[in-house]
């Protein structure tokens, strides 16, 4: 029942969701690992560019 009310989110959201978490994930690895950190922005990288070419359409 609790699923009833719950919102639907879009593709668009997931995905900016998706890079916040990326972006916070990268942040703090670039203190102490960055061959790590650079692979979180580089996948952050790929998400913001779906991000774009959803918008564009």
Do not use: C
């Not at 890079?19 to 960055?34: A, C, G, I």
């Amino acid at each position: 029942m609790l699923g009833l009310f719950k919102k639907k989110t879009s593709k668009l959201e997931k995905l900016q969701k998706e890079y916040e978490k990326l972006m916070s994930e990268w942040h703090k690895l670039s203190t102490t690992n960055r061959s790590e950190s650079d692979k979180k922005y580089a996948e952050a990288q790929k998400v913001i560019e779906q991000i774009e070419v959803l918008k564009s359409n």
